[in-house]
Each structure stands twice: as structure tokens, then as C-alpha cells.
């Protein structure tokens, strides 16, 4: 069982930046594909991030060049910089993890899920 905690969200001005952070339990972190969600109120869930067991990256096109996203197997933590923030950034986002080793953008694909930090970007 792979336990997921996300810290860092929080209110911010539009044009600010923010890391989010999520550090998972288990001894598998380093062969599992890891990534970041968000979901705006009233919407469905969205991918916004992955990195894959061996460092390839994908970004949804409307964070392309303003998310970072990145990972430590040594302390099993994947984080998201995020820069030059938006008002529609505001959602709650959720770090995933999954089974496989490579990074899919649809959210059934993956078995683990943190229960959400809240970013809010102010216009």
C-alpha cells in the first residue's frame, strides 16, 4: 500500500509562485510513475503533471513552461514548482502515484491518490 501527503498549497496573487510537495510511503517509490491533478470547482479532475520512474516529464499544454515538476527517490518526494500563476490555476491539487512505470495522463490509469492541498491564485 502506497500512502501519499501533499503539503504546500495556500492563497497567492496572480504572478506568484508556489511549490507543492507530496511524499510517499513504501519501498516501490523509485519504479512508479508519479504526478500531479488538479480539479476547479465544478470541473472534472485534470492532469497537470508526470514524471516517470526514469526522470521523462509531460505537461498539460496549459502549464507547459510555467510547471516544474520533479522527484527525490532518495527521500520519496515529488514536487511541483509552479510559476507565474493564474487565477485559473485555483484548484485543489492531488499528487498520484501509480503501478506502472511511465507517465499517462488519464487519471484511471493511477492507484494512488493524496487527499488534495488547495491552491488559490488571486487576480
Known amino acids: 500500500q502506497v500512502q501519499l501527503v501533499e503539503s504546500g498549497g495556500g492563497l497567492v496573487q496572480a504572478g506568484d509562485s508556489l511549490r507543492l510537495s507530496c511524499t510517499a510511503s513504501?519501498?516501490?517509490?523509485?519504479?512508479?510513475?508519479m504526478g500531479w491533478f488538479r480539479q476547479a470547482p465544478g470541473k472534472e479532475r485534470e492532469f497537470v503533471a508526470g514524471?516517470?520512474?526514469?526522470?521523462?516529464?509531460d505537461y498539460a499544454d496549459s502549464v507547459k513552461g510555467r510547471f516544474t515538476i520533479s522527484r527525490d527517490n532518495a527521500k520519496n518526494t515529488v514536487s511541483l514548482q509552479m510559476n507565474s500563476l493564474k487565477p485559473e490555476d485555483t484548484a485543489v491539487y492531488y499528487c498520484?502515484?501509480?503501478?506502472?512505470?511511465?507517465?499517462?495522463?488519464?487519471?484511471?490509469?493511477?492507484?494512488?491518490w493524496g487527499q488534495g492541498t488547495q491552491v488559490t491564485v488571486s487576480s
Open positions: 514524471i516517470s520512474w526514469s526522470g521523462n516529464t
Open positions: 513504501g519501498r516501490t517509490f523509485s519504479s512508479r510513475a
Open positions: 498520484a502515484g501509480k503501478t506502472g512505470l511511465d507517465v499517462t495522463t488519464g487519471q484511471t490509469s493511477w492507484n494512488y
